[in-house]
């Protein structure tokens, strides 16, 4: 892929912007010259100019946004930047882009996320005229949307401060591309999707997350043929921040899932759609009534976890929820192979009901989507790949009055082959950055794991003074984390940290059922105001830690990264263990079983470094800017006790060690 841009005004050299009395040390903000910071953006503009792959492990407070913004504007070609969370996402559109014009001068940015997040005009119209709607709540969301539809110009429902984040209504609302009608839609012109791709075009550098950026390229893969396929326009360079996030968002677009809610949704808007139109009969109606009913039958038949796997998971989850293997699919279709013929044949019979509309334009992608279902469940209960492993997932509904979902998935077990064939190999240049990439120094984990070869390295060291400003506590005498005795003595290890910190911490834990445990421990011992995850949504939480003093938050695997709390608030990050990603989540299973079968050790290839980079990341809640200062303690002696701890310590910054706690207390009294 490439795509040129029109030209534009010259922008300063990097050494122009970056150094000593440079262009950035004019700017408001308060300056200081990183060495680090010019360098990567050198690295960057080289990559970029030579049409070559770049991986950067950029430590915190390098400044790494601007390192590679600057030489991505510079290049002459469209750049499409792409984050692993909406909120580095919108940083970037919101306050980095606008900093950057206050110096520059207007840029040409645009700024994309998933289809799900716009309007769909048409299916408001739809619902306008023949409302299927649930209640009052649901009319007054409907009422709400209709008159911001009226004078929004983007369509976003970011917009929409007042709409539940577990809106049932939305989901009826939104622009997915399943229920799209494309050009053939009457909103075409009007469309928020159609007016967001004319930005596109018309922009230098594309800001989208990782979500929307493999969710595109896997509808491009799977529809090679047609022209107009997905969001996103052609363009020669790709960055990715956050890119220690690749694999497992990669994972999950390159594989299947089906779940009953999308039965649901289907014959939900094909009544919708086609009863607008005046279109839909009684032998649709049955037809669709008959999916309904069969999928029904089909997902609660599917075998269900024997117990909670979602609290190992560091997820709440409730008996018969959870993720397992889908081991044994020959011998479900043996005994419940009428169900999924049932199935199969009542999603053909609505297919043909749907070919025999004429001059309905909607019938066309509804017939389009009802086969992409049915070839989907063919694949998940027939095919034989072994790159994939098969599994299902049991979840309680979102949202009052919600039922329970069932996902059947099929995930590819390496996705390192298609990688490096759709992304490393079709864009020109590829640079991947984020503060924990690497493994003992080295990038050779993530980059066989990606599928990235021949790239060109850089490890830029942080700005902070990690000796100075952190201390990594390692308490002795702790009892091994499987030991029964373990919770109590984390309990009080961490209730003496607390009267230390005064609160000020978060404890970050590998499970929610310890979390919980552990919460309910100390909520009755320790005096300071106690936040848990789940109680509020994560942003509320955040707010609420911020505004409270002394607070202490107790969160798992959401609370790891994406979290950005300066100044004394946060003064301390506890972790329970070390972080290894459960060997009974299907997923893993499968991919520790693929090494193990090509003679390799699962435990040290994989493990063990996706382990050191999670925890890098939890550590890195801590120090957010060179003011800040405080204490990280680690419960788990396995970090000291066995071989493979080594590897861990020597790849965290270079943090203060004390296994005592006279330490800390002086640490805090220099506070």
């Given at each position: 892929?490439?795509?040129?841009?029109?030209?534009?005004?010259?922008?300063?050299?990097?050494?122009?912007?970056?150094?000593?009395?440079?262009?950035?040390?004019?700017?408001?903000?308060?300056?200081?010259?990183?060495?680090?910071?010019?360098?990567?953006?050198?690295?960057?503009?080289?990559?970029?100019?030579?049409?070559?792959?770049?991986?950067?492990?950029?430590?915190?407070?390098?400044?790494?946004?601007?390192?590679?913004?600057?030489?991505?504007?510079?290049?002459?070609?469209?750049?499409?930047i792409s984050t692993g969370?909406?909120?580095?996402?919108?940083?970037?559109?919101?306050?980095?882009?606008?900093?950057?014009?206050?110096?520059?001068?207007?840029?040409?940015?645009?700024?994309?996320?998933?289809?799900?997040?716009?309007?769909?005009?048409?299916?408001?119209?739809?619902?306008r005229n023949q409302p299927i709607l649930n209640g009052l709540e649901e009319i007054s969301q409907y009422q709400t949307i209709a008159e911001w539809e009226k004078t929004t110009e983007t369509g976003d429902r970011v917009e929409l401060d007042d709409l539940p984040e577990a809106s049932q209504l939305w989901s009826k609302l939104d622009a997915r591309s399943e229920a799209c009608l494309g050009q053939s839609c009457p909103d075409y012109e009007r469309c928020f999707i159609t007016e967001m791709r004319r930005r596109a075009a018309e922009s230098d550098v594309i800001i989208v997350n990782?979500?929307?950026?493999?969710?595109?390229?896997?509808?491009?893969?799977?529809?090679?043929?047609?022209?107009?396929?997905?969001?996103?326009?052609?363009?020669?360079?790709?960055?990715?921040?956050?890119?220690h996030e690749l694999e497992d968002v990669a994972s999950s677009y390159f594989g299947i899932s089906l779940s009953n809610v999308r039965f649901e949704e289907l014959a939900r808007d094909l009544e919708t759609m086609l009863r607008a139109r005046q279109a839909l009969n009684s032998s649709i109606i049955t037809a669709a009534q008959t999916?309904?009913?069969?999928?029904?039958?089909?997902?609660?038949?599917?075998?269900?976890?024997?117990?909670?796997?979602?609290?190992?998971?560091?997820?709440?989850?409730?008996?018969?929820?959870?993720?397992?293997?889908?081991?044994?699919?020959?011998?479900?279709?043996?005994?419940?192979?009428?169900?999924?013929?049932?199935?199969?044949?009542?999603?053909?019979?609505?297919?043909?009901?749907?070919?025999?509309?004429?001059?309905?334009?909607?019938?066309?992608?509804?017939?389009?989507?009802?086969?992409?279902?049915?070839?989907?469940?063919?694949?998940l209960l027939e095919a034989d790949d072994r790159n994939t492993v098969f599994w299902l997932e049991r979840r309680g509904g979102r949202g009052q009055g919600s039922a329970s979902v069932t996902y059947l998935q099929a995930t590819p077990i390496d996705v390192s082959?298609?990688?490096?064939?759709?992304?490393?190999?079709?864009?020109?240049?590829?640079?991947?950055?984020?503060?924990t990439l690497t493994v003992q120094g080295g990038f050779a984990h993530i980059c066989k794991r990606l599928g990235m070869r021949d790239a060109r390295e850089l490890v830029v060291p942080s700005h902070f003074r990690y000796s100075e400003q952190a201390l990594l506590y390692l308490p002795p005498d702790m009892p091994d984390p499987r030991d029964a005795n373990f919770q109590e003595e984390a309990g009080s290890r961490i209730r003496r940290m607390l009267d230390?910190?005064?609160?000020?911490?978060?404890?970050?834990?590998?499970?929610?059922?310890?979390?919980?445990?552990?919460?309910?421990?100390?909520?009755?011992?320790?005096?300071?105001?106690?936040l848990l995850q789940g109680t509020a949504p994560r942003k509320a939480l955040l707010e609420e830690f911020r505004k409270t003093p002394n607070a202490v938050l107790f969160g798992t695997s959401s609370f790891w990264q994406g979290v950005d709390v300066q100044g004394e608030a946060l003064s301390c990050v506890i972790v329970d263990r070390l972080p290894f990603a459960v060997p009974t989540d299907p997923v893993v299973?499968?991919?520790?079983?693929?090494?193990?079968?090509?003679?390799?050790?699962?435990?040290?290839?994989?493990?063990?470094?996706?382990?050191?980079?999670?925890?890098?990341?939890?550590?890195?809640?801590?120090?957010?800017?060179?003011?800040?200062?405080?204490?990280?303690?680690?419960?788990?002696?396995?970090?000291?006790?066995?071989?493979?701890?080594?590897?861990?310590?020597?790849?965290?910054?270079?943090?203060?060690?004390?296994?005592?706690?006279?330490?800390?207390?002086?640490?805090?009294?220099r506070i």
């Open positions: 892929m490439s795509s040129t841009i029109q030209t534009r005004p010259a922008l300063p050299s990097l050494y122009d912007f970056f150094a000593p009395g440079g262009v950035l040390s004019r700017s408001q903000l308060p300056y200081e010259f990183r060495r680090g910071q010019l360098e990567m953006a050198q690295a960057v503009e080289r990559a970029l100019a030579e049409n070559r792959h770049l991986i950067v492990e950029a430590g915190t407070g390098t400044g790494k946004t601007l390192a590679y913004l600057l030489p991505a504007l510079r290049s002459g070609r469209r750049v499409i969370t909406k909120n580095l996402q919108e940083q970037l559109f919101f306050k980095d882009i606008p900093f950057l014009e206050s110096l520059l001068g207007s840029l040409r940015v645009c700024y994309m996320k998933g289809r799900a997040n716009y309007l769909c005009r048409h299916k408001l119209y739809a619902l990782h979500h929307l950026f493999f969710a595109d390229l896997a509808v491009k893969l799977q529809a090679r043929s047609a022209p107009d396929a997905g969001i996103l326009p052609e363009a020669g360079i790709v960055i990715f921040d956050e890119a999916v309904r009913e069969r999928a029904r039958l089909f997902f609660a038949a599917l075998p269900a976890p024997r117990r909670s796997e979602a609290a190992r998971n560091g997820e709440r989850g409730q008996p018969g929820e959870g993720r397992m293997p889908f081991l044994d699919r020959e011998d479900f279709l043996e005994i419940r192979g009428d169900l999924y013929l049932g199935l199969t044949d009542a999603l053909h019979r609505l297919e043909l009901e749907l070919e025999r509309l004429r001059g309905v334009e909607e019938s066309a992608p509804l017939r389009k989507r009802t086969a992409d279902i049915r070839e989907h469940l063919r694949f082959e298609l990688l490096n064939e759709l992304l490393f190999e079709n864009f020109p240049s590829v640079v991947l950055t984020s503060a230390i910190t005064q609160g000020r911490a978060f404890c970050l834990f590998t499970s929610y059922q310890q979390m919980r445990d552990l919460y309910e421990r100390l909520l009755v011992e320790v005096g300071y105001p106690l299973q499968a991919r520790m079983r693929a090494i193990e079968e090509n003679g390799g050790n699962p435990f040290v290839e994989y493990q063990v470094p996706s382990a050191v980079i999670t925890l890098k990341q939890g550590f890195g809640r801590l120090i957010r800017s060179l003011e800040d200062r405080g204490v990280l303690m680690l419960l788990d002696p396995r970090i000291q006790r066995q071989r493979y701890g080594r590897i861990f310590l020597d790849s965290l910054p270079p943090y203060r060690i004390t296994q005592d706690i006279t330490t800390v207390e002086s640490f805090f009294t």
